[in-house]
């Protein structure tokens, strides 16, 4: 049991920089696909699509690379992190950015 406790912290740092890493490219390939289908997809849908197909390869990549029997909890958990990935991909930076704006602006008021 204390061998499991030992790498907990590890398999948490792996995992999102895992997300992390998922995120951008999500991002990178929705921003591509938007100019291709401007008009006919919702910017929204393809980023959960896209997040769920860029996350689900990378998960079946890593199990055939690393040797894992791919179980049911362990697709689950990957499609938990698609979502996850999907939500980042959209509201994130544009969070982030406002977030930025309102530490940059804080304590100033409209007249300055």
């Known amino acids: 049991m204390e061998t499991i406790m030992q790498y907990i912290p590890l398999a948490v740092s792996a995992i999102l920089l895992a997300a992390l890493i998922l995120t951008v490219i999500t991002n990178i390939i929705t921003q591509v696909?938007?100019?291709?289908?401007?008009?006919?997809?919702?910017?929204n849908v393809?980023?959960?699509v896209v997040a769920m197909a860029v996350t689900?390869?990378?998960f079946f990549a890593a199990c055939q690379i690393m040797g894992w029997a791919v179980t049911w909890y362990m697709v689950a958990g990957a499609v938990a992190l698609g979502l996850f990935v999907?939500?980042?991909a959209m509201f994130g930076f544009d969070?982030?950015?406002e977030a930025l704006e309102q530490i940059t602006n804080w304590g100033k008021t409209d007249t300055e």
């Open 46 to 48: 393809l980023a959960v």
């Open 95 to 97: 969070k982030l950015r």
């Open 86 to 88: 999907s939500y980042a």
């Open 56 to 58: 689900l390869v990378s």
């Open 33 to 43: 696909l938007k100019k291709i289908t401007w008009d006919k997809i919702p910017t």
